[in-house]
């Protein structure tokens, strides 16, 4: 592991941890890499809070548009794409600047969990989408209580994609989901990871403001026409994408479902994202070792304060 301390910046949704990221890309000269499970995805812009074309050419983005919609896309593709970056921008000279919000990403960075090719397991996540697709979920889900109840119970029934990995997981390993990760732990994280979060915990209000008016201004920006791209593709409305808040909303509006409206869909986009917050913040606070960034901070006293640490 190198001795180099490598910022990831996060916190809950419209925190302004990108800002503060860019700041300290600006006065560092590095180079920004995304850990957000959506801004991945390619045409999807406005709903993910893409970085404008004008803040990518100021400062080098990775790991944003790098899968079309509805590809399968894993942690472990993640952390095995991400480290890719972090070697390259390391064997520049120059600074790693990891931000987002995907807790998943976050913890298997922090934690140091080591993914290994596994075809078997491949295969077997194969089989069971075939089934999924003749039979539905119903049956393997209910598979995956018997042999990894504990990961059954962290999982929502219709989360596909990781209810059939937790299950391949354990037919190509003969161990739950949960040992695995235990196991793939043991060597400790690559790199020397610094966790910086923006701290809304103690007014939670101010938060939940700034979201209701970021969503307002996607609508502006035209993410009704951003979601009736998403579902004309020919893809699984079941998928990550499809399934995302910003875009899963809009589809009474789509399907014409009596009382759907454009007015509607941004309230309830208003209102998943904000319980989305909640659930990070509640993440957050669980968390060791972490900074807290003072939010009443401009972004560049956000950026020095992370440089005086690092």
């Known amino acids: 592991m190198t001795d180099k301390k490598i ?23 590095g180079e920004l890499i995304s850990c957000d499970s959506m801004q991945i995805y390619k045409g999807l812009d406005v709903g993910t809070a893409k970085p404008s074309s004008d ?18 896309y894993s942690v472990s593709s993640f952390v095995q794409d991400c480290y890719a970056c972090v070697e390259d921008i390391l064997s520049r000279g120059k600074l790693p600047v990891l931000c987002g ?52 119970s962290k ?10 990995r937790a299950l391949a997981v354990y037919l190509a390993s003969g161990k739950t989901k949960t040992q695995r990760n235990l196991d793939s ?26 979201i209701n008016r970021r969503v307002d201004l996607m609508m502006d ?10 579902y004309s593709l020919p893809i699984d409305r079941k998928s990550t994408c499809c399934q995302a808040i910003g875009y899963k909303e809009f589809l009474p509006l789509i399907d014409n479902e ?3 409206s454009a007015e509607r ?10 319980h989305f917050a909640k659930r990070q913040l509640t993440w957050f606070r669980y968390i060791d070792g972490i900074h807290k960034i003072d939010r009443n901070l401009s972004a560049e006293e956000q950026a020095e304060f992370i440089l005086s640490v690092i």
Do not use: W
């Open 7 to 29: 910022p990831i910046i996060t916190g809950p949704t419209a925190s302004g941890k990108s800002a503060a990221a860019l700041k300290l890309c600006e006065i560092t000269g």
């Open 55 to 72: 803040e990518q050419e100021l400062v080098r983005h990775h790991m944003i548009d790098i899968v079309e919609p509805g590809q399968y």
């Open 101 to 152: 919000g995907t807790g998943q990403y976050i913890s298997a960075l922090k934690d140091g969990i080591s993914f290994e090719d596994d075809p078997k397991a491949d295969e077997e996540t194969d089989k069971l989408y075939e089934e999924y697709r003749k039979d539905g979920i119903d049956g393997i889900y209910q598979r995956l209580v018997q042999v990894d109840p504990e990961s059954a």
């Open 155 to 164: 999982i929502h029934p219709n989360n596909t994609r990781r209810v059939i």
């Open 185 to 210: 732990r043991k060597e400790g994280p690559r790199y020397n990871f610094e966790l910086f979060v923006i701290d809304y915990e103690d007014d939670r209000s101010i938060l939940y403001d700034r």
């Open 221 to 230: 920006m035209g993410l009704e026409k951003e979601a009736r791209f998403l």
């Open 258 to 260: 009596p009382g759907s």
């Open 265 to 274: 869909a941004a309230y309830e986009i208003k209102l998943n994202t904000r």
